[in-house]
């Protein structure tokens, strides 16, 4: 396991719970109880301050500190928090759930990268509104691209402690 892991479980579980708060202001019912809510966000600062710590301790690189393997401790943390959300919300991180939302990304990936390659290639002028509906479909698969490798990493670590269902 990696800092990149790390961080990739961070960026899932983060845009995951934001999207819940947004929905339940516009009136939607939450799907993460807020007491459970609590008690991860205190899991999961208690382990970023670990690996702080360690990150200090070894002095590491800004160039190489994603690369750079997670101690024991941390990789038992995080094994401890993926498997306790995994159970908290199956539907939503367990690996045929991660499956699901990782094939839904890539489909996105590849829609808006191809369509924006296409709107490209059809020869309208950069002064077309095509042209701007390309740069925007660029951006949304270059966007969708690093939701796939996020939610890539999440399965891969979520499949290690669970088994596949």
Do not use: K
């Amino acid at each position: 396991m990696t800092e990149f892991d790390l961080r990739a479980v961070g960026w899932v579980v983060t845009r995951d719970t934001f999207v819940d708060i947004v929905l339940s202001v516009l009136g939607s019912r939450r799907t993460i109880a807020t007491d459970l809510l609590v008690g991860l966000a205190e899991q999961w600062s208690a382990l970023q301050h670990a690996r702080a710590e360690e990150r200090s301790a070894r002095r590491l690189a800004r160039a190489d500190f994603l690369a750079a393997s997670l101690s024991s401790r941390t990789a038992n943390g995080l094994d401890a928090f993926l498997s306790r959300i995994v159970a908290a919300y199956p539907t939503r991180y367990a690996p045929s759930a991660l499956r699901r939302r990782l094939r839904i990304s890539l489909a996105q990936t590849g829609v808006g990268l191809a369509g924006g390659v296409l709107l490209i290639h059809a020869g309208l002028g950069p002064d077309s509104i095509a042209a701007d509906a390309a740069l925007v479909l660029l951006a949304m698969g270059t966007w969708c691209l690093v939701t796939s490798v996020q939610l890539w990493r999440t399965y891969q670590l979520v499949r290690r402690i669970v088994p596949l269902d």
